[in-house]
């Protein structure tokens, strides 16, 4: 059985005045919030922490961190939950809340799939958008309403993570350069983002430094949220 956990219950299921459109900035504009995240299946994720507790209980662990940071996005009405493997639609379809949607990342590295979650957003409209992991739980609503105000013309938001990558990024329009032979899984991905992006005339915002780990948590490589 590949759900360990309760699927969230749609009484469970609401949906507040936040976020899809202009939360913390100007009320003309869209601002998209995109959550990456791994099929709750024994084996596929948290391997590290499977190592030492088994994998059903690692996959157990996993659901309970997605189901928290999902729990504080509640209050948006519009999230994507971008989803790999590609055929886990159905495992992650009792995830999502009225007014949510849900794609897969599709093919190629850590940051060809984190660059088409970007672009996905800005085709359907968003002005600003924000991609973060599932099982990162320190993260807050706060948060995400803090980088869509900060992304200003020529802005990137990125969260940093104690391990020198960062657990969220925030865009106006995309920006391939960010993304392509990234030193990931390594402490520069952080460092190697704002060279990248001061080099391209972005300006940077930094937002809290999380507790956890980087983005690798969402990928179960290198270093991992909260393992």
Known sequence: RRWLLRPPHPA????????????GGDSCE????GVCRKAPRPGLVKTRRAGAVGADAACAIYCELVEKVLGKLR?????ELR??????GEEIRPWLRPGW????QGGGNLGERMNRALAGQAARGADRSVIIGSDCPDVESADIESAWAALGPGHVVLGPAEDGGYWL?????PEARLFTDMPWSTNRGM???VERAGRDGLQVHDLRAETGRGWEGWEDRGRRCHE
């Open 75 to 79: 209050c948006f009405p519009s999230v």
């Open 30 to 33: 869209s601002s998209g919030l």
């Open 101 to 104: 949607t849900m794609a897969p």
């Open 191 to 193: 460092a190697e983002t």
């Open 83 to 88: 989803y790999t493997p590609d055929d886990a």
């Open 12 to 23: 469970d299921h609401h949906a507040g005045r936040r976020g899809g459109g202009g939360a």
């Open 169 to 173: 990024i925030g865009l106006r329009r």
